[in-house]
Every structure is written in C-alpha cells, then in structure tokens.
C-alpha cells in the first residue's frame, strides 16, 4: 500500500522497476495498476513472485533454511547499484526490524533470520520505500498516529493478538491507535518504514494540501482500506504553527535516598524513553533538605517509567498528570566545520531559524580530537552558520 500510494502521488512504477534491477535479486514482478476501492481509485501494487522463486523458496524450507539473516540481506543491499541514500535507508529499516525480532527472541541481532521479511516481496516493499522518497525528496514527513487495527495475527511461532510482536516494539514511542478494523493493519514492515521517514506524529495538519493520492489495499473492510498521502506545501511566508502535543508529567519528593544514586535513575528513565528528566530541590517536612524528581514522557511510556521510579528510588509514590506542550519546530542537520562534522539542532519561528545548538558530543569529540578547546568548536559552528 505505501508503494501503490507513493507511484500515485507521482513516483513513475517504471523508475522502480528499473532501479530494483540493480538488486542482485530475481524471481519478483513488482505491477502497479489503477485500482477502486469503495469508490476511491488509486493505485494497487502488487510483487508477484516466479515459478522458479517459488521453488526456491520450497527447496530451502524443506533443507530447514528459515530466511535471510541481515548479514545476507546486507550484501544483497551494499553491492548494488543503488543510490547511497536508497542502500543506507533501506538497511536502516532492515536493522530496526532485527533489534525488534532480536529482542523479542532474545536472540543477537545477528541471528535472526528474516522469516516473512527475508522474503524476497519484503525486500522489494523496503527497498521501494527507500526509493520513492529519494525519488520525491520531501523536506518532512509528518503522519497521523498510527492505526495498528484489531483481531489476531498468524506469525511464524504461533497466533498473537494485533498488534504482532514485532510491530509493538518498533512502535515503541509513537502514538498508536486500535480497532478501526478487526484485522491487522500495519505490519513490522510498515511500522519500519514509519519509524525510518516520519520526522513528526500529529494529527493536526498546519498545510496547504497539493496533491492527494492513494494506496489501495488488497482486504475489503467496512472502511475503505486505502493509505493516503498528502503532498503539501507550507504557508507563503514558509511559516508553521508552534507544535502543542499532549505528555504526561511524573514527578515525587524524595528526602532519604543516596545522592549518588540519581545519576544511575537518570540515564535509566532516559533509556525507557522519557523525554525530560530533571531534580528540583526542595525543602521536606521537618525542614529536611530533598528533591523532587519530575520526569517528562509520551503516555505509551508513563507505566514503564512509573515501574522505574517506584522500584529503584525510595520514593513510596508519586504524581503524573497530563500536560501540553508547546514546541518550536525543529530540525536537526549534519554541517562541515574546521574540525569535521557537528550535528545541529535548529529551531524555527514563523519560517525562519531563531536558534540553533551544536550537538555537545559532536563537539566534545571533535575538541578532543584536534586538541582545540570546545569554545573554539562552538565558535567554528557560528563561522558555519552565519557563513550561510
């Protein structure tokens, strides 16, 4: 469906055609045909496998070959001729479906074999990705919270409930939704290549719509089973609205734990995916000098890291509420200085940067290694920016 609604919104099928011959891979049709669905037409595609694929697929299931392993699919991806970014995007994706399947397995990355995603018609599906927004070159990709649908799933180690293991745990930090349908509606693979491109999750479109297209799926619904894509264009004087998303705050008081300990806490809650950690100190009953600790978060995470606070400070219970946050839009990019590369995180009002930050590790890394101070690092970034 992401293939069929990307060749509507414009990518030539005949593009990705020729360009996936330059995977040494064969035994596909990857069609692309003009399709209705409850009265919407868009575009079907569809990645039909050959006979002699078929066969081979078959001769391998029965020698107990269970699918490709990233290292396979990696030499397939590198020694094509595909563009840079097509190659390092798709592997990207491929990477973040095996620490999903690797975690899930408790299994290293490396021995995961991609049983449905080794497949050839995956291979297609995330390469295809990769080449339509090369093809189309968007400045951002925004979505919608991601509809995962409902029922059960059949995987290869047994039938589970919507969504598939493999899709929860991709998922993991970006706002989801369910039942629409009593069926499965996004797949490891389409929740890889979500968590790849999408650069924002709102439901709130700040825009001006050009184009609308759609991918046609092959289930029939009581909705229409269809992705849609808008190609958009900002206001004229490039401006967009200050961001307002929904967090939940967590927060306690704390006056008889080791001090040493917060660090520890800290990286904790951060690896569980809060957003903003931070201790505040305050003065506790009987004048005991303390600290509250207030943690930032997506909704999807506030259970994980309430379990975290609960288990691993003394603190016997804690507040969460829900906040709204107000955010500059940013974005973050990669420039050349005197002393290599610095990542940048810029901030933009009414369509134009505010502000800026250099990245403190690129810069730590690159003082360290010129042996320059990270003032003069700082000060090559500024040169850098203002140049341009």
């Keep these: 469906m992401n293939i069929g609604a990307l060749v509507n919104l414009g990518v030539p099928a005949g593009y990705l055609q020729e360009e996936l011959k330059k995977l040494d891979v064969d035994g596909f049709q990857l069609e692309c045909k003009p399709s209705v669905k409850m009265g919407i037409s ?3 595609a569809k990645v039909s496998i050959t006979q002699d694929q078929h066969h081979h697929m078959h001769h391998h299931s029965h020698g107990h070959h269970h699918g490709r392993n990233l290292k396979e699919i990696t030499k397939i991806i590198t020694s094509s001729g595909l563009s840079d970014f097509t190659k390092s995007r798709s592997l990207e994706m491929f990477r973040i479906i095996g620490e999903a399947e690797a975690k899930i397995h408790s299994k290293d990355i490396d021995e995961i074999h991609f049983h449905e995603v080794g497949a050839i018609d995956s291979i297609v599906d995330i390469v295809c990705a990769a080449l339509c927004i090369d093809y189309l070159k968007p400045d951002r990709i925004i979505a919608s919270s991601v509809e995962l649908g409902g029922g059960f799933v059949t995987c290869e180690h047994g039938v589970f409930p919507v969504p598939a293991p493999a899709t929860a745990e991709i998922l993991k930090g970006v706002p989801v939704k369910t039942g629409a349908v009593d069926k499965e509606t996004t797949t490891p693979t389409g929740a890889a ?3 790849t491109f999408v650069d924002e999750y709102t439901n709130q479109m700040n825009f001006n719509i050009s184009k609308i297209a759609y991918g046609i799926g ?6 229409p089973n269809v992705l849609r894509v808008y190609q958009g264009t900002m206001d004229k ?3 967009v609205d200050i961001e307002k ?6 927060e306690c008081t704390i006056d008889d734990m080791n001090p040493e300990q917060y660090e520890f806490i800290i990286e904790k809650l951060f690896d569980a995916g809060a957003h903003e950690v931070y201790i505040v100190p305050v003065i506790m009953k009987k004048s005991r000098p303390g600290i509250e600790l207030k943690v930032l978060c997506s909704s999807t995470h506030r259970e994980s890291l309430e379990t975290i606070i609960l288990k691993e400070t003394t603190s016997l219970g804690l507040r969460f509420y829900t906040v709204t946050k107000s955010m500059l839009p940013r974005e ?5 200085t005197i002393y290599g590369p610095v990542r940048v995180k810029e901030a933009y009002y009414e369509g134009r940067v505010i502000k800026y930050k250099a990245e403190y590790d690129d810069c730590s890394k690159a003082a360290r290694a010129h042996g320059v101070s990270m003032r003069e690092v700082y000060s090559a970034v500024d040169k850098v920016l203002k140049r341009n």
């Design 245 to 250: 998303t929904e967090a939940v705050l967590l």
């Design 218 to 223: 092959y289930h029939d619904f009581n909705i």
């Design 332 to 336: 973050s990019r990669t420039i050349e």
């Design 237 to 239: 004087d490039g401006s």
């Design 193 to 195: 290549i979500l968590k």
């Design 42 to 44: 868009g575009t079907f």
